[in-house]
């Protein structure tokens, strides 16, 4: 019994060597809070891998393609985080991925943010017109979190109509959750291309487009 016991501890006591091993692996010192950062053309996507089957929907996502992080593009990276004034997290994360998730951001200085359609919606919103008055865009932003000296909420979500968007509220929005819900359907035309039009506080413009059949939630 006594050897057993010796074992049992001997055993556990290897497996908590080992497992502070792994953890000492997995550390890693982040200067900034920011990891990375979704950049170049504009991407709107639904929640269907093939939407043009699937075009009823109530709700679509805006994202981007490339990615830039202190590895791929250290440079711009270090220009990113200087803009946003993530400089001083300083800090050591475990980056095992069962409990970490890396913050990204989208690397965009958001100005403005515009929706239309090329058919007419209602009377008041007819082709090509603004339909940011019945748009609801919901977003993250790590921006508060970042000048505050990392204190408090790590992320500020914003659920506002695209017309009462602001520039501080789309301030280092998180790439992982970035939506536009519709609150009105259509009583005219029912199918309908939506072009989001996004421009930078420095005037660089980005669009995208996508085809569906616009339906409003149902609050059941």
């Keep these: 019994m006594r050897r057993f016991f010796i074992c049992l501890f001997l055993t556990l006591l290897l497996g908590c060597v080992c497992s502070c091993d792994r953890t000492r692996e997995l550390l890693s010192f982040h200067q900034n809070y920011i990891q990375g950062y979704r950049t170049g053309e504009l991407s709107l996507y639904t929640a269907f891998l093939r939407p043009e089957e699937e075009p009823e929907i109530t709700h679509f ?3 981007a393609e490339e990615y830039i992080s202190p590895q791929t593009d250290p440079v711009e990276f270090e220009r990113l985080a200087s803009r946003n004034g993530d400089v001083s997290y300083n800090q050591w994360i475990n980056e095992d991925p069962v409990f970490y998730k890396q913050p990204v951001a989208f690397a965009y200085d958001f100005g403005s943010l515009h929706i239309t359609s090329n058919a007419d919606w209602d009377t008041e919103h007819p082709a090509g017109s603004l ?33 009462e968007l602001s520039a501080e509220d789309m301030a280092i929005v998180s790439d992982s959750y970035f939506t536009i819900r519709f609150m009105r359907a259509p009583t005219l035309e ?31």
């Design 61 to 63: 996502y805006m994202g």
């Design 131 to 163: 339909l940011d008055d019945i748009m609801q865009v919901e977003m993250s932003s790590y921006a508060e979190y970042i000048r505050n000296g990392y204190t408090g909420p790590v992320e500020v979500c914003h659920k506002k109509l695209a017309s």
């Design 190 to 220: 029912r199918e309908h291309t939506l072009t989001v039009t996004l421009t930078t506080t420095d005037g660089k413009v980005y669009t995208d487009s996508l085809y569906c059949i616009p339906e409003v939630e149902s609050e059941n």
